[in-house]
């Protein structure tokens, strides 16, 4: 089975930087389109990124321009990098795998089967 490991996450200035990372274990990740999504205090979980078997990538408007999200093979593992981050980047944030048949990037959260535990990311003011 799938397993899904969110870390790197932490307490930051506004417009510093953070790398989280997503570990996999009990399967290869190549095989999973894997999203990145938040939940704010009070709010709804939202997608932020996506990244497909193939190597297409999506971001939310929100975050275009600031947020990168990358795989490491040898690691089994997706990152996202956050630079100049902002207040509102407050949140717990949540890697996901959809099932292995899909392949196509998407950032709704109910198109994904697996998730991690989420880990927290706050920006002070």
């Known amino acids: 089975q799938l397993h899904l490991v969110e870390s790197g996450g932490g307490l930051v200035q506004p417009g510093g930087s953070l790398r989280l990372s997503c570990a996999a274990s009990g399967d290869t990740l190549n095989y999973y389109v894997i999203g990145w999504f938040r939940q704010a205090p009070g709010k709804e979980r939202e997608g932020v990124s996506c990244?497909?078997?193939?190597?297409?990538?999506k971001y939310a408007d929100s975050v275009k321009g600031r947020f990168t999200i990358s795989r490491d093979n040898a690691k089994n593992t997706v990152y996202l990098q956050m630079n100049s981050l902002k207040p509102e980047d407050t949140a717990v944030y949540y890697c996901?795998?959809?099932?292995?048949?899909?392949?196509?990037?998407?950032?709704?959260?109910?198109?994904?089967?697996?998730w991690g535990q989420g880990t927290q990311v706050t920006v002070s003011s």
């Open positions: 990244i497909s078997k193939t190597g297409i990538i």
């Open positions: 996901a795998a959809r099932a292995r048949v899909f392949r196509l990037c998407v950032t709704n959260l109910s198109n994904y089967d697996y």
